[in-house]
């Protein structure tokens, strides 16, 4: 399995509140990307990055911010988390940007 | 914008049938094709990537077709078992995007019965 962790794996937190996920690779991959998984709409891109400091918005971005500081780390910011954004975020990573994408375990976040 | 289907929704087989899984894409412009697994409460894990070039794709068990011009793939599982019940999904990379945004299906629901 790539060497991808995801912290913290479960979540709760109020609307309003900041939050922050953490995704951590050990495979020097250049790309890595966070989706969200929600029941009737699949998997959706949120951000990804090629490279350190270089990211960009995926397919639903709004309300929430990226960082990529290191090669292995890559920090989803939920500004000020709402309702909607109730989820299980994963993080993803390739060595390409057309190889084969390897996901992390996922977080669950809830929002109430 | 590419839409990626996967019919049914779910399924049920006894162990031992073979799974028949079907993916249809709205447009064929894509550079590959990969089938991922997904088990309650996990992450997903990568089964077969096929190239836009390519017709087909083996892993074992798993065997993965490309007719790209009727934008269809089919992964194809011999001799089901119970360890195989999981939700499997595919996702296309389009050709005009190069940055990796996958678009995935809703997924199939597979159910092997002991």
């Known amino acids: 399995d790539a060497g991808i962790t995801q912290s913290p794996r479960h979540k709760v937190t109020e609307t309003g509140t900041p939050v922050t996920l953490r995704c951590h690779q050990t495979?020097?991959?250049?790309?890595m990307y966070w989706y969200r998984q929600d029941p009737g709409h699949g998997l959706r891109l949120i951000h990804y990055?090629?490279?350190?400091?270089?990211?960009d918005k995926g397919e639903v971005s709004d309300g929430y911010s990226v960082s990529r500081s290191k090669t292995e780390d890559f920090l989803l910011t939920l500004e000020s988390a709402t309702s909607s954004q109730t989820s299980v975020y994963f993080c993803?990573?390739?060595?390409?940007?057309?190889?084969?994408?390897?996901f992390g375990p996922g977080t669950r976040l809830l929002v109430l | 914008k590419q839409e990626v289907t996967q019919i049914p929704a779910a399924l049920s087989v006894p162990e031992g049938e073979n799974l028949v899984l079907n993916c249809s894409f709205t447009?064929?412009?894509?550079?590959?094709l990969q089938w991922f697994r997904q088990d309650p409460g996990k992450g997903l894990t990568s089964l077969l990537l096929?190239?836009?070039?390519?017709r087909e794709q083996t892993s074992g068990r798993l065997n993965a077709s490309l007719d790209k011009s009727s934008g269809r793939s089919t992964l194809y599982i011999a001799a089901s078992q119970p360890g195989d019940s999981a939700t499997y999904l595919c996702?296309?990379?389009?050709?005009?995007?190069?940055?990796?945004?996958?678009?995935f299906g809703a997924g199939t629901q597979v159910v092997v019965t002991p």
């Open positions: 096929i190239q836009s070039s390519q």
């Open positions: 990055s090629y490279g350190v400091k270089d990211t």
């Open positions: 447009d064929s412009a894509i550079y590959n």
């Open positions: 996702a296309v990379l389009p050709l005009t995007d190069s940055w990796g945004k996958l678009q």
């Open positions: 495979e020097n991959h250049r790309y």
């Open positions: 993803a990573i390739s060595e390409g940007q057309s190889e084969t994408q390897y």
